[in-house]
């Protein structure tokens, strides 16, 4: 069974390094490493049992006896956003321990799959443009890429190896996370503090291993922790809302073991996450895909105890047509808004015949936009429209939506540049279902803040749906702040999971 986090009521999360008797504070904290301003900032290691520790940041000094198990841990109020570099001094024992350059500013944790550890040198090697967009802010990043740590059946005490806090530089940005790097880029350049971002991505991964196990209790989810400890993965597979399980990293709460619980509670203001692929792809089912969102997010903010914590994530863009998983995936991430405290990026616009697009200026926008409006006060749109309702009128159909601004346009997305508006009547992307369930094309026209849908073969529609499709092209409906819609689907027992032959 996996070890509890918690230490009774108090919540204590300790992930210091494992060695007994010598002094250490938790690896996350390195040189050059961000804090979170405005929080409560814990700070926790190792020592010998019973021994004193000595912490000192920022004019303030807290002390700790190193408990039973040699944990010890100390908490300094919430500071102001600093970038003049401090040193955090830890002594005891006659040894000391000094961690250098340490700002105060804004904090993230990011993880997913390889859309999320796309690198920015991949990315400008792809696309010229976003190197364009590259420039020198004050912030730092943290990298756990290489952390290797498949077969570990719970949750690791501290991060298996040293991991280092980078400054960013024209050298050192190539190797962070693009959608990483341009995130803390617009929200340092918009609120003029340092932020940093702790990646904890993993390519190739399904949702389930950055689940907690104690998370898979649910109906739509217990079957899958029971059958991946019972090893039987062909079952696994065909259950629904089942997982491939390729390698031992795939398995529920896995790389939540090593990438997720050791920095626990590292002071941070919220999360971000683009994964998905590998739970859409050749012969995987999407469905529950919200439901395993909805764990994922209860575990990490059980984690760090605090049940506000936001968590932003990317929906799927365009891909292959052959892939129908990704439009059934797709809806999945639109249903999970109802996770309290949640925004999604839609990147449906963004074209790219790779399943790895370069264009993540773009994600990275749309995704600070939550966090702009949501978490620092800050007056801009977050989202393109949602939609909300549908109601039959005669032979049409009026679609509703959220989140149209000051209403809806039809525009054209060509690289990284704005969209720009198209002076068309028709608008592309939509069919209607007849009785029968079948799809047609259908015309569609904006009106105001709502699209009327029709078909000449379809007298009495009883379904909508937008930009469904694995690639779609013509998914041009935005609102006026230039954010396109989320593709859509008003009755989901009608979208096919896979494709039918």
């Excluded at 993230?108 to 040198?121: R, V």
Aim: charged letters at 25%; aromatic letters at 10%; glycine letters at 8%.
């Amino acid at each position: 069974m996996m070890r509890c986090l918690f230490w009774a009521s108090a919540c204590w999360f300790f992930t210091a390094a494992i060695s007994l008797g010598k002094l250490s504070v938790a690896k996350i904290f390195s040189d050059h490493g961000v804090l979170q301003r405005g929080q409560e900032i814990p700070v926790w290691g190792r020592a010998e049992s019973g021994s004193q520790v000595i912490v000192q940041f920022s004019g303030s000094k807290k002390r700790a006896t190193a408990n039973r198990e040699g944990r010890w841990q100390v908490v300094f109020s919430a500071l102001e956003a600093n970038a003049d570099g401090q040193s955090l001094i830890v002594e005891g024992e006659g040894q000391k321990i000094e961690v250098q350059d340490l700002v105060v500013g804004e904090v993230w944790y990011a993880s997913g799959q390889s859309n999320m550890e796309m690198t920015l040198g991949s990315c400008t090697e792809k696309n010229e443009q976003i190197s364009e967009r590259a420039s020198e802010p004050a912030n730092r990043f943290i990298r756990m890429v290489k952390l290797r740590n498949p077969d570990a059946p719970d949750v690791l005490e501290d991060l298996p190896r040293e991991v280092s806090w980078r400054r960013d530089s024209p050298k050192n940005r190539q190797s962070f996370s693009a959608l990483s790097y341009f995130f803390a880029k617009k929200l340092s350049e918009t609120l003029h503090v340092p932020v940093g971002v702790i990646e904890g991505s993993w390519g190739g991964k399904p949702i389930e291993g950055f689940i907690a196990r104690e998370e898979f209790d649910t109906p739509q989810l217990k079957a899958i922790l029971e059958l991946a400890d019972q090893n039987q993965l062909e079952a696994l597979k065909e259950l629904e809302g089942g997982v491939i399980v390729r390698n031992s990293a795939g398995l529920p709460g896995r790389i939540y073991h090593s990438r997720v619980a050791p920095i626990a509670p590292y002071a941070l203001k919220g999360f971000l996450w683009y994964q998905g692929e590998s739970n859409a792809g050749a012969g995987e089912d999407p469905r529950n895909y919200r439901f395993k969102t909805a764990a994922l997010v209860r575990g990490w903010r059980r984690l760090w105890a605090n049940q506000e914590l936001p968590f932003y994530y990317v929906q799927l863009p365009s891909y292959h047509d052959r892939v129908t998983g990704w439009i059934r995936l797709r809806e999945e991430q639109r249903l999970a808004l109802s996770i309290p405290q949640t925004g999604m990026a839609v990147s449906i616009d963004l074209l790219d015949q790779d399943i790895h697009p370069s264009n993540k200026f773009d994600v990275a926008d749309r995704l600070a936009r939550w966090a702009l409006a949501k978490n620092y006060g800050v007056e801009v749109s977050v989202s393109g429209p949602l939609f909300e309702s549908v109601q039959r009128e005669g032979t049409k159909m009026r679609v509703k939506f959220r989140h149209t601004g000051k209403g809806l346009i039809q525009a054209q997305k060509k690289g990284i540049s704005p969209p720009v508006e198209i002076q068309s009547v028709d608008l592309e992307g939509f069919k209607v279902a007849d009785q029968k369930g079948n799809w047609h094309e259908a015309q569609a026209q904006i009106s105001g803040h709502e699209v009327l849908v029709s078909s000449r073969l379809v007298q009495v529609p009883v379904a909508v749906k937008y930009g469904c499709e694995g690639e779609a092209q013509n998914a041009r409906l935005y609102n006026r702040s230039g954010l396109p819609a989320s593709p859509f689907c008003s009755e989901l027992s009608l979208l096919p999971w896979e494709r039918q032959e």
